[in-house]
Structure formats: C-alpha cells, structure tokens
C-alpha cells in the first residue's frame, strides 16, 4: 500500500517562528497536496505539485510556500507562524490524474 | 467553491445498506466523480471514482445517473466502523492539467447498533 508519512503528528509553535511541514511518499506519486482543515470550513486547499520543482497555489496560499525538490518529499513553509494558522494540516499524494488521493495522518499545529 | 450538494447528516442501522446521494448538476463531461470518507481525527480515505459508468470495489459501489447530474455512494452492509464524514467531489483540472480536488462539507453518516 502507499505510503504517505507526515513527519510530526503534534507541534507547537511561537508566533513568528518558520515552521516546516514535512510529507513524504513512498510510491513515485506524480502529484502531492497540502490542506488545512478547520472546524466548520472543511478541507481547503492550500498548494499543489504536479511535477518536482512545479508548485501551483490552491484556494489559500497567503502564508504558505512549499517546496518540491524531490518527487517523493513536499515540504509546506510557514514563514512567519501566526495564531490563525493554528491547524490540522493533511498532506496528500496522487499517482497522476484521475487516481484516488492517499491522505497522510495529520499533523496538528497549534501557534502560540 | 465545492461543486457539490450533500445532506448534512444520514442515519443509517448496521447490517443494512447505506445509501448516500450526491447532485453536481454542473459536472462537465471529463469532470470525475470521487467519494472520500473521513473518520474522526484521521485524514481522508479514498474509497471509489467514476466517469459515466457504474463503478464497484471491495468497500462501495457507485451509481451515477445517465445524465451524470447525481450520483450514490452505497455501502451493501454498513458497520458500526462506516461512521464517517462522507465526501463527494468533482475534480477540477487546473492551469497546466494538473487535478486538484476542492472538498465541501460532505455527510456525516452515523451507523447506528
């Protein structure tokens, strides 16, 4: 079965901190995601890399960045941590298009 | 924006099948159907995808009406384990051909003893 393997389950952070989210794959996926998921907004959207190097912004991009340099690995950036990014954070990875996504567990950010 | 219309919440007893509907009444003909599960503090599971015709697996079949404008998710014989939030979504193709999946606030299916 794929694998996707999010580095931390927990983490907290100060407010103003970089903070990096890390996602890795273990089946040559083409295609990963990264979403925040809040009480009463559902998933959204946040980046996507369809290719290494290749990033595409999703609903919610402000203060984010990723990073793609390896096909198997897709890091989310927060560079200056803020309270209301205080979230689950679900990295994803798709074979190519019109494959299933499999979803990693989660990591949970809280900024303090 | 989720392209997508769901019940809020379905009941369902176990043992019994559940049945739960989805409208995309503005699907376009290469859109794909996905049904996703999500259950409580875990990430998204994937469980089936369709274009026109009628899909089954090992976990869900997936009726999609002729005009493609609704679709059912049936689980044959519901457990207490099928308690999940349920999503239906249509992908999207972005700029540059990639898919991308825009999640709305799906069924909460409760399976009842």
């Known amino acids: 079965d794929v694998k996707v393997t999010q580095s931390s389950r927990y983490l907290v952070k100060r407010t103003g901190e970089k903070v990096f989210l890390e996602c890795v794959q273990d089946m040559d996926h083409e295609n990963m995601f990264w979403y925040r998921q809040d009480p009463g907004l559902g998933l959204r959207l946040i980046y996507f890399s369809y290719d290494v190097k290749m990033k595409e912004k999703g609903d919610i991009p402000e203060g984010y960045s990723v990073s793609r340099e390896k096909k198997e690995r897709f890091s989310l950036i927060l560079e200056s941590a803020s309270t209301n990014q205080t979230s689950m954070y679900l990295c994803a990875s798709q074979r190519h298009n019109n494959y299933g996504y499999t979803f990693g567990s989660g990591t949970r950010l809280t900024v303090v | 924006d989720a392209k997508t219309t769901q019940p809020t919440s379905m009941d369902c007893a176990e043992g019994r099948a559940a049945n739960l509907p989805c409208n995309h009444s503005?699907?376009?003909?290469?859109?794909?159907v996905y049904w996703y599960r999500q259950i409580h503090s875990q990430g998204p599971q994937y469980i089936i995808h369709g274009l026109k015709n009628n899909e089954t697996n090992e976990m869900a079949s997936l009726i999609i009406t002729e005009d493609r404008k609704s679709s059912t998710l049936i689980l044959p014989h519901a457990t207490l384990r099928d308690t999940a939030v349920y999503y239906c979504i249509v992908d999207f193709l972005a700029q540059g051909g990639s898919e991308k999946l825009v999640f709305g606030k799906g069924t909460k299916l409760t399976v009842n003893p």
């Open positions: 503005t699907i376009s003909g290469n859109e794909y």
